[in-house]
């Protein structure tokens, strides 16, 4: 007998790569391909936790009230606010399974974070793309686009990610508050991803507190160097909440996880001066590259985008065995950049050299 899964799933698009053919990165390479935070000194106080927890984490179940409670006040929200999710990832899919079925309508930037699309397949949405266009200063977003997009189709779910990846573009505050009124006139439910806050400093978060149509979607991966530890969590108003609360599992996240938190919330000041720190390797990285007349794209993450031009090849291959980063995209509003995570002055020194070195050759 042929099994029968949901209808989506029956979609051949419906891609995922292998688990089984991911390989470990090269330890003596510096890691910048994937937005993760590297900082030195932010790892010493991770170290520091890990070696503080008790090894009871690993046999119990967890116990997550006290991690909530310092969660909520530091974001400045109450904790009946909040769901801890496996990463942000976790925080979209619940809002996914919590207002999508099949057939439903629900819009997303493009290019985009990957599960934007995944989900909408796997939850048999009918997409509305809102793309990014090529501007003189980066990829723009049209708002007058997402008006009407949502005054044209009403989708259940509008993803906004703040800033979006790859683009490390944002929507200033009162676009984004325009946005969220139309959200609440059609009943749209506005998903906003701020995985790379504080990179970012501004937040709609305040605006949960009074908007039962915003979800916002945070991360532990980016500024506060928990990629590993795939911790992230949503806020939205105490009765938005309650939906994704209903799709909770068992335990949210896992014992090793709730209690890592509840020490790593105590130094907020080491996750804020590893920001700093990360933000001005980026500005020296940055002012680097163009005194070599190479265009930078400003974004207001954890990555830049350079463009090589004619000097691509030669300085690919000059970082080829050191680095890994983002070589090209395929999506006209990045052609010809190549996104680097960023990091302290002085592990972006060690991708400046090679760069400066195979300029110097070329004369």
């Not at 927890?53 to 006290?66: K, M, N, Q």
């Not at 090793?256 to 000041?269: C, N, P, Y």
């Not at 700093?276 to 005194?291: E, H, Q, S």
Request: net charge negative; aromatic share 8%; with cysteine.
């Amino acid at each position: 007998m042929t099994i029968r899964s949901r209808r989506s799933l029956q979609n051949p698009d419906i891609r995922r790569p292998s688990a089984l053919a991911s390989m470990p990165r090269d330890p003596s390479m510096l890691w910048l391909d994937r937005n993760e935070n590297l900082d030195q000194k932010l790892l010493e106080v991770s170290d520091d936790i890990l070696k503080r927890l008790d090894p009871l984490a690993l046999a119990t179940y967890p116990e997550a009230g006290e991690t909530y409670r310092k969660l909520a006040a530091w974001a400045g929200v109450d904790p009946e606010q909040l769901l801890l999710t496996p990463g942000s990832d976790g925080a979209i899919r619940l809002v996914f399974e919590a207002f999508v079925e099949h057939g439903d309508a629900v819009a997303h930037t493009a290019p985009t974070f990957a599960m934007y699309p995944v989900y909408s397949q796997v939850f048999g949405a009918t997409v509305h793309t809102i793309r990014y266009q090529r501007g003189k200063n980066g990829p723009e977003l049209s708002p007058l686009e997402i008006e009407s997009v949502l005054r044209q189709h009403a989708p259940k779910v509008l993803c906004l990610p703040n800033p979006d990846s790859p683009t490390g573009t944002t929507l200033a505050p009162d676009i984004l508050a325009r946005i969220l009124s139309t959200c609440a006139e059609v009943g749209t439910v506005l998903l906003i991803d701020e995985a790379y806050h504080p990179f970012f400093d501004w937040s709609a978060v305040a605006w949960t507190k009074t908007s039962r149509n915003l979800v916002v979607a945070r991360t532990f991966a980016k500024a506060w160097g928990l990629a590993g530890l795939r911790v992230g969590y949503a806020v939205a108003h105490p009765e938005t909440i309650a939906y994704l609360h209903k799709m909770r599992p068992m335990y949210e996240v896992g014992t090793v996880a709730i209690e890592f938190l509840r020490l790593m919330l105590e130094h907020s000041d080491a996750m804020a001066a590893s920001v700093a720190r990360i933000n001005d390797g980026k500005c020296y990285f940055a002012d680097a590259m163009r005194t070599m007349g190479f265009d930078v794209l400003p974004t207001q993450g954890n990555f830049i985008h350079v463009a090589f031009g004619d000097d691509s090849a030669a300085i690919h291959a000059a970082l080829d065995g050191k680095v890994l980063y983002r070589k090209n995209f395929d999506d006209h509003c990045l052609a010809g950049y190549s996104r680097f995570t960023v990091a302290p002055k002085d592990i972006m020194e060690q991708v400046i050299k090679p760069i400066q070195k195979a300029m110097g050759e070329k004369g």
